[in-house]
């Protein structure tokens, strides 16, 4: 039940207080638990950008939706997946899976044969969208982590994708931001959404049973 309790305290908090600051050992664990999550054939087609720049967080702001939020807070995480799959980019997680587990190197050939025959032959923009949808279940575990943690955070789409790319070179890595998520402490004068009743749609009408 503990889990349950901290997604009921948790909510999309509206103001940051700018003063104060997450610690690190908080946000390693936050940073940690999106690494753990698990992804389509293990090939974590993504990467975790953790802003902490002030500088930055201003020039990011100037696209979000809700300013103010991403340059109070005190740090910004990216979720960025690969722009395509690439042969490369499959061998190596491979390559460095059987190493850790102490097996030869072409261990899973004839898998990692088969989603390069899938992935490689898909169009970019079709591999980034499979990508993409990878990182929302890494932003969804860090979440829950901060929300075990009692650490304050809004997660967000509202933004300029194009100037966050631009603004942390994401291009040029293969990367292309999906989706932020703002990490702080909030301003409880000023966040209005911290008193309001949770409301979520009932089980009744979100669930629907197949016996």
């Not at 993504?46 to 809700?66: C, H, P, R, T, Y």
Request: aromatic share 8%.
């Amino acid at each position: 039940m503990a889990l349950l309790a901290d997604l009921q305290w948790r909510h999309a908090v509206k103001a940051y207080d700018p003063s104060k600051k997450v610690s690190k050992e908080d946000i390693d664990k936050i940073v940690e638990a999106a690494r753990l999550a698990p992804t389509s054939s293990g090939l974590q087609p993504f990467k975790v950008i953790l802003v902490e720049n002030q500088e930055i967080k201003e020039k990011l702001s100037a696209g979000a939706l809700n300013p103010e939020c991403m340059q109070e807070c005190s740090h910004v995480i990216v979720f960025a997946a690969w722009d395509r799959y690439t042969l490369e980019r499959i061998d190596h997680i491979y390559d460095y899976t059987t190493d850790e587990r102490g097996l030869p190197r072409g261990r899973f050939s004839s898998y990692t044969d088969k989603i390069k025959a899938i992935y490689l032959d898909q169009p970019a923009e079709e591999n980034f969208a499979h990508a993409a949808r990878q990182t929302y279940i890494a932003l969804g575990l860090a979440l829950a982590q901060a929300a075990e943690l009692r650490v304050d955070t809004t997660p967000a789409e509202g933004f300029d994708n194009d100037m966050v790319d631009e603004v942390l070179q994401l291009r040029e890595k293969g990367l292309r931001s999906v989706s932020l998520m703002y990490v702080g402490v909030a301003d409880s004068n000023r966040d209005w959404l911290a008193t309001m009743k949770k409301v979520r749609v009932p089980k009744d009408e979100f669930v629907i049973e197949i016996k």
